[in-house]
């Protein structure tokens, strides 16, 4: 099946700063990604969705001036917390999808915020 | 309103027994239905998918799972469990655009 790779695995951050979480399709475009957040022993909600080159649709309840989306190409959409607090601690997963329907995850970022 | 449930937080096998993992869903059409496998730390890992057609779904790691419109359900199955098949299963339901995922069944395979 097709690759997505995410970067970084685990990143730890202090409380106030921003932090990029990068989902690259490694072998195939992706004209749509998705962003979850799963809190742990829940399930995976989903945050938004971007089409490349247009602006993230956001899920009910995610701030969007928070979690910045950007898919500036075809291969890479990042998303940014900004001002991370520790309510943000959480593991976040992107998924790829092209034309088809079976979209693909990547290993997810553990984000801690300290 | 759309939801997907997974009724068995936790189960726990012998390694070579049988396994059923339970999925029901409500949705307002029939929809894609999947079954993911998560390891710890992990991202997901497609283990299969019905669309339409035939309602006993083949996938990987010798699953299998079968849709019952009657119920709507959607259980995934194996005959025979490994020690490496321990992880936790996520079915999800929806269509292209967005999946609604269950909250996980770990499974805990014992020698």
């Known amino acids: 099946g097709a690759v997505v790779s995410q970067h970084p695995s685990r990143v730890i951050c202090k409380s106030g700063t921003s932090v990029k979480i990068e989902c690259r399709s490694l072998?195939?475009?992706?004209?749509?990604m998705f962003w979850y957040r799963q809190f742990p022993k829940k399930s995976l909600m989903l945050m938004a969705t971007?089409?490349?080159?247009?602006?993230?649709?956001?899920e009910q309840g995610v701030e969007k001036d928070k979690f910045l989306i950007n898919h500036a190409s075809l291969t890479l959409s990042t998303l940014t917390v900004t001002s991370a607090h520790p309510e943000d601690s959480s593991f976040y997963i992107c998924?790829?999808?092209?034309?088809?329907?079976?979209?693909?995850f990547g290993q997810g970022t553990r984000l801690t915020v300290v | 309103a759309q939801s997907v449930t997974q009724p068995d937080i936790h189960i726990t096998v012998s390694e070579g027994a049988s396994l059923e993992l339970r999925c029901n869903y409500s949705?307002?059409?029939?929809?894609?239905l999947f079954w993911y496998v998560q390891s710890p730390g992990q991202g997901l890992q497609l283990l299969l998918k019905?669309?339409?057609?035939?309602?006993l779904v083949q996938g990987i790691k010798g699953f299998e799972a079968e849709f019952k419109r009657s119920q709507s359900s959607f259980n995934l199955r194996k005959p025979s469990v490994h020690w490496s098949d321990a992880a936790e299963y996520f079915c999800?339901?929806?269509?292209?655009?967005?999946?609604?995922f269950g909250t996980g069944t770990r499974l805990q395979v014992f020698p």
């Open positions: 998924s790829a999808r092209d034309q088809t329907t079976e979209a693909f």
């Open positions: 072998d195939f475009q992706a004209t749509t």
């Open positions: 971007s089409n490349e080159g247009s602006k993230a649709t956001y």
């Open positions: 949705y307002g059409a029939t929809p894609y």
């Open positions: 019905y669309f339409s057609g035939d309602t």
């Open positions: 999800a339901v929806g269509n292209t655009d967005k999946l609604i």
